[in-house]
Each structure stands twice: as C-alpha cells, then as structure tokens.
C-alpha cells in the first residue's frame, strides 16, 4: 500500500493541490505538506500531526477495552471486523499507523488531478484532470466545484455528508474538545480518587468566578463570605467533568463501530 508521504504529488510542495482529499484537515506528518487553511490547534503548540481529528479518531479508539481485546488476541475478538482495516494501534506510533492506513479515510473523487508535465508556457497554473465517466454527470459536476472550491476558498469548504471515504467522519470536530475529553477521560481512569474539580484544575477548565457579579476580592471587601463562591466554582467544575467524561465514553462506544466523532450523551 502507497504511504500516505509517498502519495504527495510533487507539485503539492509548491503550494498547489493534493490529489487525494480528505472531509477534514488530515494530520501534517510531513514538511511536504503545505496547509491552506488548518483547523484550530486542540491546545496551543500541538504538534501537526495532532492537528487532525484522524489523530483524534486513533487516540479514542486506542481507549477501547474491546479494541484492546481484539489485538491482544490478534484480531480475535468484539472488534474483529473493525481490526481487519485498522490493525493493532499498539504496536506502532500514530505517524506510522497513518503512513499506512490513510486510504481508510481518503474521498474517491470523480474528478481528480492527473500526473505528468504540461505544456503550457507556467505549468505552475496548470491542473491536468482525470474524470471518471463511470460516477455519472452529478458526480463530476459535485466534484469539479468542490476542486474549485478548494483550490480558490479552502476556508469555505465543509464535511461533506456524501463523502465516498470507507470511514467518513460524522460530525464537525472541535478539536479542543475533543482534548479536552481525551485528557478528563483519562484522569479518571488512571487516578478514580481525585476529585472531578481537581481533575478541572488539572486539565485547566475555568468556570465563572464571581458571585453575584462580586469576584472574591469584591467579596472579601465587602466583608461577605467567599464559601459560597468556592461551592459554586466546585460545582460548575463538577458538571464540566462529568459531563465530558460521559461524552468521552460515548465516543469510544462509537468509535468502536467505526463511527467517530459521535457522542450519544451530554
């Protein structure tokens, strides 16, 4: 199988177009690679290959006990069918696992950009296209404008719900969130005796902190307790963790099936 580095058309280092097209930013393993319009960062100073919610999709599935099971016992197991296209996540870093399993979540467009050198006087402003008759005329038609599209206002372009990918992702990510899920997910597992407003401080969720509209220097001042503000901070911390580590189970429910990102609950 073609890796995905390997699959970079050479006339993408310049800044032009990638062949192969993805619903959502894919991860930037390479300095091949040239971004257009990149997601938001899940935290400031991730690296680019954490900048995909293809890295996301690896990371929660690798949280799946049943995943686990099914490569601890070679593909045997609740998620057989599943490991069948996306191997054992444990042996390997993530850059490698996508180097090698990219094509899971690759568009098959209908119209698509062609190899070879082009005679025009700047072949720099020249796309040599291959159409695939057999998709049919809507098919095409889809696919030339979002090739415009991307070529022209990438900032426009949207998860497209009618995607051809064998895995296709089923909602519009959030990148910080999903972090943010993933890091409360796994404070809960590893450490079960802190508690969820010690797990917020950990993974730095703020809440509202005033009372009242008073913040706790107007409170002292004013010569009022600051307990109450403190119970109230507690308790919006609570909700916060509890409420994404709900999410975060979800998630992982889903993944299992193949479905990502995807949350049940709230």
């Known amino acids: 199988m073609q890796s995905f580095v390997e699959s970079l058309p050479d006339y993408q280092a310049s800044g032009c177009f990638s062949q192969y097209s993805f619903q959502c930013a894919p991860p930037k393993i390479s300095?091949?690679?040239?971004?257009?319009?990149?997601?938001?960062?899940?935290?400031?100073?991730?690296?680019?290959?954490?900048c995909s919610v293809y890295y996301y999709w690896w990371r929660f599935l690798k949280l799946s006990s049943n995943y686990y099971q099914t490569c601890k016992q070679n593909g045997v197991g609740p998620c057989a069918k599943l490991y069948e296209d996306f191997g054992d996540l444990y042996k390997?870093?993530?850059?490698?696992?996508?180097?090698?399993?990219?094509?899971?979540?690759?568009?098959?467009?209908?119209?698509?950009?062609?190899?070879?050198?082009?005679?025009a006087d700047d072949p720099s402003n020249i796309l040599t296209l291959k159409l695939d008759l057999s998709r049919g005329k809507e098919a095409i038609r889809r696919s030339l404008?979002?090739?415009?599209?991307?070529?022209?206002?990438?900032?426009?372009?949207?998860?497209?719900?009618?995607?051809?990918?064998?895995?296709?992702?089923f909602s519009r990510p959030i990148l910080m969130t999903l972090h943010r899920q993933l890091q409360i997910y796994r404070h809960k597992t590893r450490d079960p005796g802190a508690t969820d407003a010690e797990i917020a401080d950990r993974v730095g969720i703020t809440v509202n902190n005033r009372l009242e509209g008073l913040t706790e220097r107007q409170l002292i001042k004013a010569g009022i307790s600051i307990d109450p503000l403190y119970a109230q901070m507690r308790r919006a911390k609570n909700r916060v963790v509890q409420r994404d580590f709900r999410m975060a189970c979800s998630?992982?429910?889903?993944?299992?099936q193949g479905i990502f990102p995807k949350a049940d609950t709230r």
Not at 32 to 50: D, E, I, L
Not at 94 to 114: G, I, K, N, S, Y
Not at 145 to 169: D, F, K, W
């Open 92 to 119: 390997t870093g993530f850059r490698d696992w996508w180097q090698e399993r990219w094509q899971l979540f690759a568009e098959r467009p209908a119209v698509t950009v062609a190899d070879g050198q082009s005679t």
């Open 31 to 50: 300095k091949r690679q040239r971004v257009r319009s990149a997601p938001t960062p899940p935290y400031k100073g991730a690296p680019g290959h954490k």
């Open 251 to 256: 998630l992982i429910r889903n993944v299992e």
């Open 145 to 169: 404008e979002a090739l415009h599209l991307q070529l022209h206002y990438p900032e426009r372009v949207a998860t497209n719900h009618g995607s051809t990918a064998r895995y296709s992702v």
